[in-house]
């Protein structure tokens, strides 16, 4: 089992910047591949960006390309989302997620295959 916890949200303006962070405790954090996901109010868990066991491989949804880049310490047993060109529609809830798997390149994309979550921050972009 391994705990999640996010860090670095808050209420920013549109086109600043964020890093959250993401520790994890328990198992050995290089067994998972890790995601980032967000929920907005009213609206489904999307995903947004994941990284692989080597962070060789990373993936990100089509809004946030460009802007967004995952990153991972497994010294540091740390995910990050640096967040830049913050717009309205980033504001949610964001939560990471943890997938134990055998694989070193292959990212998650979907919440279903996802064992272990956070309990999010809030990351609010005012216009």
């Known amino acids: 089992q391994v705990q999640l916890v996010e860090s670095g949200g808050g209420l920013v303006q549109a086109g600043d910047s964020l890093r959250l962070s993401c520790a994890a405790s328990g198992r050995t954090f290089n067994n998972y591949a890790m995601g980032w996901f967000r929920q907005a109010p009213g609206k489904e868990r999307n995903f947004v960006a994941s990284i692989s066991r080597n962070s060789g491989t990373t993936y990100y949804a089509d809004a946030v390309k460009g802007r967004f880049t995952i990153s991972r310490d497994n010294a540091k047993n740390t995910v990050y989302l640096q967040m830049n060109s913050l717009k309205p529609e980033d504001t949610a809830v964001y939560f990471c997620?943890?997938?134990?798997?055998?694989?070193?390149?292959?990212?998650?994309?979907?919440?279903?295959?996802?064992?272990?979550w956070g309990q999010g921050t809030q990351v609010t972009v005012s216009s």
């Open positions: 997620a943890a997938d134990p798997t055998f694989l070193w390149s292959t990212v998650v994309l979907t919440p279903k295959e996802y064992d272990y």
